[in-house]
């Protein structure tokens, strides 16, 4: 047998928590709060439909959605980010500082690719989004957590690890972040985006959930502070448009936009045509603006029902999270449950029938933290089933400790 | 400044000529014999838009398209390369073997990703195709050519470095090959799978124009031959259906699909949907026959068309390979002309206007061998402007010689 590369008993183990995340999604028999999709009436079917039928005619923008495309990605959909996305939150770049990728966590890998070496120490937060710990397993980074609190990151714990582990890069997930829902506060962005610079250390932003705030101020992203080009952050279409599309944009300096162009062109040419078209032509035509609110108006009925139920039917001294927006809360049990096993229970009872996601796997040390931990996804699931499956869970919860 | 990671200097020459390949592909004012586009009248862009209006509908197959799906791909497809692309070549598998990629050159990074540590040795042929170096170039593998003659890769230079370089993996693109032309022979597909038996090497079969054959005899796949899963096959929907949409397939064992596939999560998670839905109901529907049909009638008359006008204009002592199908032939000049500074001045002067790829980056050693070549795609141009195109730069050549 050929032996395989080294990276892939690195990534053994976040590998089989990502595959268990995909395959949570598709069991029908169970209520999930599982899986990170979208709900199915967050989706524009019927607009893609209707753009679909427009571009896909030979004389129109047909050919050119079937043909090979540009490696940076197609134009009007760069455009759109600049004007649409990263605008109105106080980025001000031009076009040749963004490009497309197929997916937020692409943006991702291509950082990796060009930065980062075997053994470059990685900062990120605990816990934090296990498929990115599985690419910096893949890329055979050293990952050190980094300690947070309700407001994110804790700078002063940052600058101690900086100073301590000499990282290549800081990841971190700052608004709404997966899988706690917490958003890193103003203040600590700029801090995050001063010691960058100062010890000069990449920082990764990884924000796919930015722009599905359901309440709270806006506030402006890392890249935002950042005068010195240390900042890469990687964006996504998946939760304001279509996550099975695959779309997502890095935005960076020009010069480093270049290289992960390279790496692109590397690893797969170039992002799929026709749905980089449907999607511009999404926004061009003014579809997001009034599609944005439908969402947001979905999302927020469906946190605040999760939200309610968990405070009436879990156990006293139960611990969550409030985001004001994405997809996420963050629960800690009390009276010391172990939720990996509560998950198996959980689904394997007919009479709970509902899945989570077990926080262990969301700490990249392995050290048994988030053992009493478990990320609730309210987007997919319509609100009487979330009442129902956070009644079910919470009884067996309260069964568990004698309540 | 952050340093880039080790590997971007590795890739730094043959990622210059990818940009040069993709740039080729879109300015307008030069007849392009550059890139490997296939022609515009080979999309199937009407049905494209029949198929598409009907899946995007909620009640239909809308939400799913626009939804998360299986890192693996989606099962319909899997089943139409098992049933309309293997079967019919001699590759008995099941879905449980194939996966969906995002184009054939996805297959080769995750392959590589999953195999290739740096210094790794990878064998592969005088000339070969340059976007696959620079892959190789990214993972830190040593690439070392092996000889070919117009049969392909010669079996006994290719066992005399398997002993001298104990490579981990043999790069080949057998049929049709890109650049060449040239197309590997029944015995020695069947003497390659037998040496990467004998010493443990893997091989991985690049073989994206299989399917496009104009003339001649269709010949069984490496893989036909692989008794002890020691090949893993890349394969493309680019050049039957759509290269914009970006859709490949990887053909090997289940144990390696599984490493591919966790690869794949930590790269993009998965291909994407609409273009794979499409792609499958295109099969299913049974409209790939008469297209097939098509598009192999139509490359037929252009390359005829190029072959000829290159033994009527070009000058005395020219060599070409006589490709069976593919998009290119592979062109010798006599003289010493560098076509490096035969293409600067063919698309620099108005009264040619002619592009083409010179030979040089084709060689991975970067020997100097190559200097007198070029690769011609007739893919993309009609018969006319092939004619055009030739007649215009066989005139500079012969004028370079004083004929």
Not at 126 to 145: G, N
Not at 363 to 371: A, C, I, T, V
Request: with cysteine.
């Amino acid at each position: 047998m050929v032996p395989y590369a080294k990276r892939m008993e690195n990534m053994a183990f976040t590998a089989n928590v990502v595959r268990g995340l995909f395959g949570s999604m598709i069991d029908p028999n169970v209520i999930s709060f599982g899986g990170g999709s979208p709900a199915r009436e967050a989706l524009p079917v019927d607009t893609i439909r209707l753009l679909a039928d427009e571009i896909l005619q030979t004389d129109g923008r047909g050919v050119e959605a079937l043909q090979y495309g540009p490696l940076i990605g197609v134009r009007d959909l760069r455009e759109v980010v600049v004007r649409d996305l990263l605008a109105p939150k106080g980025i001000d770049c031009g076009v040749e500082n963004v490009m497309i990728v197929a997916g937020g966590l692409e943006g991702i890998n291509l950082t990796c690719q060009a930065y980062i070496d075997p053994g470059d120490v990685i900062l990120l937060e605990a816990p934090t989004f296990v498929q990115s710990v599985e690419i910096f397993d893949l890329f055979q980074a050293k990952c050190v957590s980094v300690d947070m609190d309700d407001d994110g990151l804790l700078p002063e714990d940052l600058e101690r690890k900086i100073r301590q582990f000499h990282p290549k890069m800081i990841y971190t997930n700052p608004t709404f972040q997966n899988p706690s829902g917490r958003t890193l506060s103003l203040e600590r962005r700029k801090a995050v985006a001063e010691l960058a610079a100062k010890y000069d250390v990449l920082v990764l932003e990884d924000d796919p959930y930015r722009d599905i705030r359901y309440s709270g101020e806006d506030l402006f992203p890392i890249k935002h502070f950042d005068a010195t080009d240390h900042v890469v952050m990687a964006g996504s279409f998946s939760k304001i448009f279509s996550p099975g599309s695959r779309l997502g944009y890095v935005v960076a300096d020009a010069e480093t936009i270049g290289h992960l162009v390279d790496v692109k062109a590397a690893t797969n040419s170039h992002t799929s045509m026709l749905p980089q078209i449907l999607c511009a032509e999404f926004f061009k035509r003014g579809y997001y603006p009034a599609h944005h609110k439908m969402i947001c108006d979905l999302y927020r009925k469906r946190r605040d029902v999760m939200l309610q139920s968990i405070d009436r039917y879990f156990p006293a001294g139960t611990k969550h999270s409030y985001p004001d927006g994405g997809l996420f809360t963050w629960v800690e049990l009390p009276g010391g449950i172990d939720t990996t096993a509560l998950l198996r229970e959980s689904t394997a009872d007919p009479a709970v029938g509902v899945a989570f996601v077990e926080g262990e796997g969301f700490f990249s040390d392995h050290d048994g933290r988030g053992k009493n931990c478990m990320r609730m996804s309210f987007g997919s699931t319509p609100e009487d089933l979330i009442e129902e499956g956070v009644r079910r869970l919470g009884g067996l919860i309260c069964s568990k400790l004698g309540q």
